[in-house]
């Protein structure tokens, strides 16, 4: 789906259930803007919880892997003396969730075990489980911190980024009516018509800034549902997807 589909489908099951005021297009992208990375920490969590456990992924967690396969990011990273890794700036896309750090340990390719914060200084002041057996690490804030007491420049880090902002793009002609724009799109001003921003215009060009959603359209309706149940509006998916049903048949009628 587009997200004017989206949209539009939100105010369509809101005026079904007589939910109030429809819901204001700004208001829409602040939540999608919210929700893309809410709803992406869930998906990732739902499946990395049995990729660390080694076990078998039920049929949703494996269904996730498939969809943030696309957000898997595989880099070399140079670690200075200090053995830290800025996710902010030594990092190609914006960082979400790491799944992984392999390094040169005694001239082998070794994984980097990830721990908790707590388990990281806990090792780090445990003489016996001292940085000399195994090299170790976690995040705090932007940094990831490995310990090792030799050298291990380069690593090769395995992470997730985050997708990229969505935003649904419109402007109002002059009867005020709402025109949305879709990606890519170049639309000819016609004199007092009004862009997303609030800027009135006499002429010129506008470039669309329209960013659809990231996600395999699979879970669209999932992502839609997220909508409504910040909207108040609480309904089963299968709900969700027949009002969008209804809604088809609605347009194609008329």
């Known amino acids: 789906?587009?997200?004017?589909?989206?949209?539009?489908?939100?105010?369509?099951?809101?005026?079904?259930?007589?939910?109030?005021e429809a819901l204001q297009?700004?208001?829409?992208?602040?939540?999608?803007?919210?929700?893309?990375?809410?709803?992406?920490?869930?998906?990732?969590?739902?499946?990395e919880v049995y990729r660390r456990r080694g076990d078998p992924p039920p049929h949703e967690a494996y269904f996730n892997t498939k969809l943030m396969r696309e957000f898997l990011r595989v880099e070399v990273v140079a670690v200075g003396a200090d053995k830290?890794?800025?996710?902010?700036?030594?990092?190609?896309?914006?960082f979400a969730?790491?799944?992984?750090?392999i390094g040169n340990i005694g001239g082998r390719q070794r994984n980097i075990e990830l721990v908790s914060d707590e388990e990281y200084h806990d090792r780090w002041e445990d003489s016996i489980?001292?940085?000399?057996?195994?090299?170790?690490?976690?995040?705090?804030?932007?940094?990831?911190?490995?310990?090792?007491?030799?050298?291990?420049?380069?690593?090769?880090?395995?992470?997730?980024?985050?997708?990229?902002?969505?935003?649904?793009d419109y402007y109002l002609d002059t009867n005020g009516v709402m025109?949305?724009?879709?990606?890519?799109?170049?639309?000819?001003?016609?004199?007092?018509?009004?862009?997303?921003?609030?800027?009135?215009h006499m002429a010129g060009h506008y470039h669309s800034r329209t960013v659809e959603l990231t996600y395999n359209e699979d879970v669209h309706m999932e992502?839609?549902?997220?909508?409504?149940?910040?909207?108040?509006?609480?309904?089963?998916q299968q709900a969700v997807a027949q009002y969008a049903e209804m809604q088809e048949a609605k347009e194609k009628a008329q």
């Open 1 to 20: 789906m587009l997200l004017y589909e989206i949209y539009d489908l939100v105010n369509f099951i809101s005026n079904k259930h007589q939910s109030g």
């Open 25 to 47: 297009i700004n208001r829409f992208n602040q939540l999608i803007d919210i929700l893309n990375k809410d709803f992406f920490k869930k998906k990732i969590e739902e499946m």
């Open 84 to 94: 830290e890794i800025n996710v902010d700036t030594d990092l190609n896309h914006e």
């Open 97 to 101: 969730y790491l799944r992984g750090i």
């Open 129 to 168: 489980l001292s940085d000399t057996n195994l090299p170790y690490c976690t995040i705090a804030g932007n940094k990831i911190y490995i310990s090792w007491h030799a050298n291990i420049n380069p690593v090769e880090i395995s992470y997730y980024s985050f997708p990229v902002t969505p935003f649904c």
């Open 179 to 200: 025109r949305f724009l879709t990606v890519g799109e170049t639309y000819d001003w016609i004199p007092g018509e009004i862009d997303s921003y609030g800027v009135v």
């Open 223 to 236: 992502f839609l549902w997220n909508i409504l149940s910040v909207c108040g509006i609480k309904l089963e």
